[in-house]
T-cell receptor, first 116, second 109 residues
Framework: DAGVTQSPTHLIKTRGQQVTLRCSPK?????VSWYQQALGQGPQFIFQ???????QRGNFPDRFSGHQFPNYSSELNVNALLLGDSALYLC???????????????FGQGTRLTVV | GENVEQHPSTLSVQEGDSAVIKCTYS??????FPWYKQELGKRPQLIID?????GEKKDQRIAVTLNKTAKHFSLHITETQPEDSAVYFC????????FGKGTRLSVIA
């Protein structure tokens, strides 16, 4: 039973470029939440996808967008990359859109994005 | 929105001693308070959580207490071991969770 998988694990991009990060949720989970974790900080909520729709969004600009596919996997897209976008991007999968109230969420290993 | 403050930012204890990490939150509607442990280069892992209808919860050497009136909650680790060394995050909220900035715990053998 696979856990949450994210790809790629590491990525280096240049300012102004665009990047796509991918997340496959734990088997049986249908909700994916994305977090940005800057160095030395706690994770910050970007957005959550459930039933292929963005259900909630944190305080991130429109340069951050996402998508959820029918198989529940998800993508995070960031356009016009800035140096400040360098961070560890984590996705967490859960069952139903009521997390964290009813089910535990499982985090992936994350994608380390470096913008130069 | 919710705001979570976590203290201390770093904590060093001798092996076998206890460690306490404290968090405060701002939104009285928050009713779920998990704690995550993150080792270097690894994913955050849930170690214990507490919901608003409970004041204390214990799991072996780890316990969490919640004071809803004062809006603070704490993580207690007893009989610390070197493998407890990691960064610990508290979080509060419903959906989404809001995380504290973390506490780097070092257990010195």
């Amino acid at each position: 039973d696979a856990g949450v998988t994210q790809s790629p694990t590491h990525l280096i991009k240049t300012r102004g470029q665009q990047v796509t990060l991918r997340c496959s949720p734990k088997s049986g989970h249908d909700t994916v939440s994305w977090y940005q974790q800057a160095l030395g900080q706690g994770p910050q909520f970007i957005f959550q996808y459930y039933e292929e729709e963005e259900r909630q969004r944190g305080n991130f600009p429109d340069r951050f967008s996402g998508h959820q596919f029918p198989n529940y996997s998800s993508e995070l897209n960031v356009n016009a990359l800035l140096l400040g976008d360098s961070a560890l991007y984590l996705c967490a999968s859960s069952l139903g859109d009521s997390w964290p109230m009813n089910t535990e969420a499982f985090f992936g290993q994350g994608t380390r994005l470096t913008v130069v | 929105g919710e705001n979570v403050e976590q203290h201390p930012s770093t904590l060093s204890v001798q092996e076998g001693d206890s460690a306490v990490i404290k968090c405060t939150y701002s939104d009285s509607a928050s009713n779920y308070f998990p704690w995550y442990k993150q080792e270097l280069g690894k994913r955050p892992q849930l170690i214990i959580d507490i919901r608003s209808n409970v004041g204390e919860k214990k799991d072996q050497r780890i316990a969490v207490t919640l004071n809803k009136t004062a809006k603070h909650f704490s993580l207690h680790i007893t009989e610390t071991q070197p493998e407890d060394s990691a960064v610990y995050f508290c979080a509060a909220g419903n959906t989404p969770l809001v995380f504290g900035k973390g506490t780097r715990l070092s257990v010195i053998a």
